[in-house]
């Protein structure tokens, strides 16, 4: 084969290999890399919930909680002006929460808000299930609410992570301000 052979057999092999991509672009991507996909985000998010020491809640039982009166403290952990104030789940408090681990409290991520803003928000009691979320699974805002609250001594921490698009994508009505 000459070089002017190859060269066509190379331009070929490429254009295929760009209808092949943009194929699978216009018709659905392939089942097989969303799993990894979905794969890689409930893995992220069982570690991130077995070092933060803190509990998951789907949302239906979220809504099942709401529905039979249980006693919880709901946080809405994203930012009060671009989110909370457009939507959130009924009955939440607003606390933001930066996305990166936040592993010492700094007042600057937060709003302005110290420690002592977010213990007076949550309350005394130890016990009562507090459910921190944010927008959707892959964010970590809620994580960062999760750990902290669990740091001032919550028992009873929730993470929310289908967050208030899960809430939206289930057709349960939302709150605005």
Same mark, same amino acid.
């Given at each position: 084969?000459?070089? =002017?052979?190859?060269?066509?057999? !190379?331009?070929?092999?490429?254009? @295929? %290999?760009v209808a092949?991509?943009?194929?699978?672009? &216009?018709f /659905?991507?392939? *089942?097989?890399?969303?799993?990894?996909?979905? #794969?890689?985000?409930? %893995?992220?998010?069982?570690? #991130?919930?077995?070092?933060?020491?803190?509990?998951? %809640?789907?949302?239906?039982? @979220? *809504? $099942?909680?709401?529905?039979?009166?249980?006693?919880?403290? !709901?946080? +809405?952990?994203?930012?009060?002006?671009?989110?909370?104030?457009?939507?959130?789940?009924?009955?939440?408090?607003?606390?933001?929460?930066?996305?990166?681990?936040?592993k010492?409290?700094n007042?600057?991520?937060t #709003?302005n808000? =110290? &420690?002592? +803003?977010?213990?007076?928000? &949550?309350?005394? +009691?130890?016990? !009562?299930?507090?459910?921190?979320y944010c927008?959707?699974?892959?964010?970590?805002? =809620?994580?960062?609410? $999760?750990?902290?609250?669990?740091?001032? /001594?919550?028992?009873?921490?929730?993470?929310y992570?289908? /967050?208030?698009? $899960?809430?939206?994508?289930?057709?349960? =009505? !939302?709150?605005?301000?």
């Amino acid at each position: 084969m000459g070089d =002017s052979m190859k060269r066509v057999a !190379i331009l070929l092999s490429a254009l @295929l %290999v760009v209808a092949g991509a943009s194929y699978a672009g &216009l018709f /659905g991507s392939n *089942k097989y890399e969303k799993e990894v996909e979905t #794969e890689t985000s409930a %893995v992220n998010l069982a570690r #991130e919930a077995a070092s933060g020491d803190y509990l998951l %809640v789907t949302t239906a039982e @979220l *809504k $099942a909680w709401m529905e039979d009166g249980k006693p919880m403290l !709901i946080i +809405d952990a994203m930012p009060l002006e671009a989110s909370y104030n457009k939507a959130h789940i009924p009955g939440a408090k607003q606390f933001l929460f930066p996305i990166p681990d936040m592993k010492e409290w700094n007042a600057a991520e937060t #709003e302005n808000r =110290s &420690l002592e +803003d977010y213990q007076t928000l &949550l309350g005394n +009691d130890k016990e !009562i299930p507090i459910v921190v979320y944010c927008g959707f699974v892959k964010c970590t805002r =809620s994580h960062n609410a $999760a750990i902290w609250a669990k740091k001032l /001594g919550f028992n009873n921490v929730y993470r929310y992570p289908g /967050g208030i698009y $899960a809430w939206q994508g289930a057709g349960y =009505s !939302i709150a605005s301000k």
